[in-house]
T-cell receptor, first 113, second 114 residues
Framework: GNSVTQMEGPVTLSEEAFLTINCTYT??????LFWYVQYPGEGLQLLLK?????DKGSNKGFEATYRKETTSFHLEKGSVQVSDSAVYFC????????????FGKGTRLSVIA | NAGVMQNPRHLVRRRGQEARLRCSPM?????VYWYRQLPEEGLKFMVY????????ESGMPKERFSAEFPKEGPSILRIQQVVRGDSAAYFC????????????FGSGTRLTVV
């Protein structure tokens, strides 16, 4: 079945550091890939997405590139801020979209000033 | 354009009581999904519904849990005879069509069973 594996946290970085959160997936066909962010006490917000191989999703300084050859969708940001502290979830939707989104376990990021 | 609305935000129930969680999808969205999040864990899929139909309930516990999405009104997740282990955050999400472009999530209902 479809699955998502993302690096375990917590990840603690200093402000302005470079961020990478790894995500790899297992799926048949050509899934869509997503990163969601959850701030404390809130629901999940879509951060970025990519729907086909080599697509790059980007938003708020975050980027992720859909790599079919390595089945990966790593999240990156060049310079993190304290306000980026949150839990980040990688997710996939299978090709047809008819089955529910599958989520990774989440990676907690803490950015300290 | 209101997003996905869930209520209540916080719900406290004693063991053995019933919990009813409500979710109104975004306007124009006809697909609803319920997920459960336990403390410090990821999201576990529970059920996927369209109007008046359960499409996939493979993540729902076989007993005490049920869900509906009537023709009129919000989707309801119902937990009968709650136990302490049901304490969690329950999130509802919706999409216009299939989930290929992602979902919009509500803010969740945090259920505490005392």
């Amino acid at each position: 079945g479809n699955s998502v594996t993302q690096m375990e946290g917590p990840v603690t970085l200093s402000e302005e550091a470079f961020l990478t959160i790894n995500c790899t997936y297992t799926a048949t066909g050509y899934p869509s890939l997503f990163w969601y962010v959850q701030y404390p006490g809130e629901g999940l917000q879509l951060l970025l997405k990519a729907t086909k191989a080599d697509d790059k999703g980007s938003n708020k300084g975050f980027e992720a590139t859909y790599r079919k050859e390595t089945t990966s969708f790593h999240l990156e940001k060049g310079s993190v801020q304290v306000s980026d502290s949150a839990v980040y979830f990688c997710a996939l939707s299978e090709s047809s979209g008819n089955t529910p989104l599958v989520f990774g376990k989440g990676t907690r990021l803490s950015v300290i000033a | 354009n209101a997003g996905v609305m869930q209520n209540p935000r916080h719900l406290v129930r004693r063991r053995g009581q019933e919990a009813r969680l409500r979710c109104s999808p975004m306007k124009g969205h006809s697909h609803v999904y319920w997920y459960r999040q336990l403390p410090e864990e990821g999201l576990k899929f529970m059920v996927y519904l369209q109007k008046e139909n359960i499409i996939d309930e493979s993540g729902m516990p076989k007993e005490r849990f049920s869900a509906e999405f009537p023709k009129e009104g919000p989707s309801i997740l119902r937990i009968q005879q709650v136990v302490r282990g049901d304490s969690a955050a329950y999130f509802c999400a919706s999409s216009r069509g299939t989930g290929r472009n992602g979902y919009t999530f509500g803010s969740g209902t945090r259920l505490t069973v005392v």
